[in-house]
């Protein structure tokens, strides 16, 4: 399998990097404590946080660099929040955020922890029905302005219907089937995680001149996590950017 940014997403965004995470071996079907305790706990710090601060999400020194690159690649940031901004947005209003399970709770405990985003996506769902990789390049991700054939499912829609984007807006999609649109903005109905998850990619969106301590703790601590909460699961790390482009997992 493979992770790939487009040259076209690094032409808008030079710095633009990506930390990236992939497990397998974990089992999601069961509830784990300490990784909801955990998730509590940066739930409590970021409303803290913000109690403290008294910024609005969209004001805070952490999320001002992802609107700004949201307007650079042609996405209105007022109208779609990147994902870290709509988590610590919905924290600071108080609204907390529900458990979903240890493989999602995780991910957005990681986020919190480091305010960066960080996406996640069943792995299982880019394999075909009989468990091999799809595609002449086997399986795999990328970041790249969305074409005529691509497809999105919104969360909770049947199979078939769909929320096109229009030619040239950055998505993350695997073949022709977006699981990402506006880049970091909403995740799809495919590629989403249940009990049945057993295999996980974590993409860590950050900028090579702003954020690379936080992207590179954030691996650190998926790392360190995932050996703790899933006692023998398999992990493959690295980080993609403008001059190493690709990685295979």
Not at 100 to 126: E, Q, W
Not at 158 to 178: F, H, K, L, T, W
Not at 196 to 219: C, H, K, W
Request: proline share 6%; with cysteine; charged share 30%.
């Amino acid at each position: 399998m493979y992770f790939e940014v487009s040259k076209e997403m690094f032409d808008m965004l030079p710095t633009f990097t990506v930390g990236v995470v992939a497990v397998r071996g974990i089992d999601n079907s069961k509830e784990n404590p300490a990784i909801r305790e955990m998730l509590d706990k940066y739930i409590d710090e970021c409303k803290a946080y913000f109690d403290a601060s008294g910024n609005k999400a969209k004001d805070d020194p952490i999320v001002v660099p992802y609107r700004e690159a949201f307007r650079t690649v042609g996405i209105n940031p007022n109208r779609y929040a990147c994902a870290i901004e709509a988590l610590m947005d919905r924290i600071a209003k108080g609204k907390g955020l529900p458990s979903i399970n240890p493989a999602v709770d995780l991910g957005n405990a990681i986020s919190l922890k480091n305010r960066i985003p960080i996406g996640a996506h069943d792995m299982n769902s880019f394999l075909t029905a009989d468990g091999t990789e799809r595609g002449a390049e086997g399986a795999g991700i990328e970041v790249r302005p969305a074409t005529a054939e691509d497809h999105f499912r919104p969360f909770g829609a049947p199979e078939g219907e769909y929320d096109d984007p229009e030619a040239g807006e950055i998505v993350y999609v695997s073949g022709c089937e977006i699981r990402t649109r506006r880049w970091a903005w909403r995740q799809s109905e495919q590629g989403k995680m249940d009990a049945s998850t057993t295999a996980v990619f974590y993409p860590i969106d950050g900028f090579s001149d702003l954020n690379m301590d936080e992207v590179r703790q954030a691996m650190a601590d998926f790392s360190s996590e995932l050996e703790k909460n899933f006692p023998g699961c398999e992990i493959a790390s690295g980080i993609v950017d403008k001059d190493n482009p690709r990685i295979e997992f």
